[in-house]
Nanobody, 124 residues
Framework: QVQLVESGGGLVQAGGSLRLSCAAS????????VGWFRQAPGKEREFVAA????????NYADSVKGRFTISRDNAKNMMYLEMNSLKPEDTAVYYC?????????????????WGQGTQVTVSS
């Protein structure tokens, strides 16, 4: 079992920045790929970004490429999502998730563990 807890959400104006954190506990965090997903009201949960267990591979949704950066610190059991140039359409609940897979995936159904989510609201 891996427990994940997100933090860092909040209200920000368009063009601003936020840094989300995800703290992991339980089984060895460093063996899991981890990712960020988001869900806006009335919409399905969508992939945002993922990073491999080693940190060598990353993947981003086209909508956030060039604006968001995912990173991890296995020594601290932490994962981060740096979000810049935020837009109102980035407003959603953001979730961190972990998977024990050989390759990064974008399908939320392939992730085994989830945090409770943190709200990000971007005002225009």
């Amino acid at each position: 079992q891996v427990q994940l807890v997100e933090s860092g959400g909040g209200l920000v104006q368009a063009g601003g920045s936020l840094r989300l954190s995800c703290a992991a506990s339980g089984r060895t965090f460093s063996i899991y790929n981890v990712g960020w997903f988001r869900q806006a009201p009335g919409k399905e949960r969508e992939f945002v970004a993922a990073i491999s267990w080693s940190g060598r591979s990353t993947n981003y949704a086209d909508s956030v490429k060039g604006r968001f950066t995912i990173s991890r610190d296995n020594a601290k059991n932490m994962m981060y999502l740096e979000m810049n140039s935020l837009k109102p359409e980035d407003t959603a609940v953001y979730y961190c998730a972990a998977q024990a897979k050989a390759f990064l995936t974008m399908n939320p159904s392939t992730y085994d563990y989830w945090g409770q989510g943190t709200q990000v609201t971007v005002s225009s």
